[in-house]
């Protein structure tokens, strides 16, 4: 991808630059794991007796696993290797979960090892890589290094399907659709619970959705969460409080609210940028004003991923 900086409306390309070595890569990324993906470093050339050196380690703000291959440019068998980290990880629970406690400070909550993470960073993907990468649910990341310590990261897109059309036979190329792993069905978080509970997120559920097409759902064991390219907003139905725990990112740690529904979320908990949180009872859901009061301060936390 060519980029260029513009002086007195001159166009000036910048010319691209290569990494040393792929440690050099490596080290990087990981020192900035938190602003790049939003993930708690772990550890990194982590040595296992049967699956090989892992090269990093992390998770994510939903307390799940991620395994992280880097490559300098692009290898043959680099999500293979990153399966077989994976795999290390869900056979040896006990062993992840005591590297988390040991590495990052007042680690809180369960760790969600239904649904873990691949990510792989290089250069360049194949049609190889991004078919494997389907089947895998594995995340591509590329990136190109320029002058002047620029970088551009950029998710990869996934392999493109030949489809035919059985009543005119023409032939046309569209997007595999690919299914993301669920720990959970809303159906199975909303189980038991009130039916005043029920409507009230049916409501917050909708009104968050129609923010934005872009916007993303997934489930956890614990929580329905709502994301961009992070996540913004984390959603818990409390049957014993009959309420909604609701968990919200800012960019500032500064949420706007006049009516006083969010409390902050103290440092020492080791949310990041997750800093307040809301409980939303359904006592009140008839009442416009208090939903929409609700849904400014959910805009907000969406805001903070733009």
Known sequence: MPLFKFENGTANRIGQKEFSNEKELHELIDSN??????????KDEY???????????AVDEANRPVVIEYKKIKEIGQLTQANRYITWVRQNPDSFELLVRKNIVNFEGEIDF????????????????KCLALSLNAELWKYRY???????????????QLIRNKMTGKTSIEKIVKEPKKAKSIDEHLSGVSKELKELFAEIN??????NDEIERYTTNAEII?????????????????ALRILLRSATGQIRDPSHLTEVIPKTHGYGKITHQMHISPKKDSDEKYLDDIMDIIFQAYTATQ
């Not at 794991?33 to 708690?40: H, K, S």
């Not at 239904?114 to 890589?129: G, L, T, Y």
């Not at 320029?146 to 950029?154: A, D, F, K, W």
Request: some cysteine; aromatic content about 10%; glycine content about 2%.
């Open 33 to 42: 794991l938190e602003e790049i993906f939003n993930l708690r470093y772990i």
């Open 47 to 57: 040595i296992t007796e049967k699956h090989g050196r892992i090269e990093t380690l």
């Open 114 to 129: 239904s649904n873990p993470r691949i990510i792989c960073f290089a250069q360049e993907f194949s049609i190889d890589d």
């Open 146 to 160: 320029y002058e002047n310590e620029i970088m551009t990261i950029i998710r990869e897109e996934e392999p493109e």
């Open 206 to 211: 909708e009104r968050i959705l129609q923010i």
């Open 226 to 242: 709502y994301k961009t390219s992070l996540n913004f907003a984390y959603v818990a139905l409390q049957k014993r409080n009959n």
